[in-house]
């Protein structure tokens, strides 16, 4: 019988991992360094944070270059645009955004956790997809907030003016 250390750690990225939640992913990780550092870069946690914050995101061909998309407008996006996002700090920094979210009464809460710098260190455009799903989800709670949705707006006017 085979050993788990005899599997490829291809197949354990794309195969095995592919049916784990994130809580599993990770303890997965933390097993051996290689499949650490296999993990870590796993498509997989873009397909947790679509699942999770509902932030469409669709993977390119060759690697982990993952085409950011903002609220499904591929026609507005360059089909060009690809950025390298490490999408387990994403979906970390998010996961713990989420613990405020619930606790928030009204949209002033929501824009205290999109000021906060987040736990985790995020690259810029790491940051921008934390601002979305902060912005999403806090919509999502509060859908009649005017200022909510302006800020939300502006935001995708801004990425769009940054492509």
């Not at 949209?107 to 934390?130: V, W, Y």
């Not at 005017?146 to 939300?152: A, I, K």
Request: aromatic residues 8%.
């Amino acid at each position: 019988m085979a050993q788990f250390s005899d599997i490829s750690l291809a197949v354990v990225d794309v195969v095995i991992s592919s049916y784990l939640d994130a809580y599993s992913l990770c303890r997965l990780g933390l097993t051996t360094r290689d499949l650490y550092q296999t993990l870590v870069v796993s498509q997989n946690w873009a397909r947790h944070c679509e699942l999770h914050f509902g932030v469409p995101c669709s993977t390119s061909k060759g690697g982990t270059a993952l085409k950011l998309t903002i609220l499904n407008s591929k026609a507005l996006l360059p089909p060009t645009n690809t950025r390298m996002l490490n999408w387990r700090d994403v979906f970390c920094a998010a996961n713990n955004d989420t613990i405020f979210i619930r606790a928030a009464h009204d949209p002033i809460d929501i824009f205290k956790i999109l000021n906060a710098s987040p736990t985790i260190l995020l690259t810029e455009s790491e940051l921008q997809m934390r601002q979305e799903i902060i912005l999403l989800q806090g919509l999502r709670k509060f859908p009649m907030s005017r200022t909510l949705v302006r800020l939300y707006a502006y935001h995708i006017r801004k990425h769009l003016l940054n492509l």
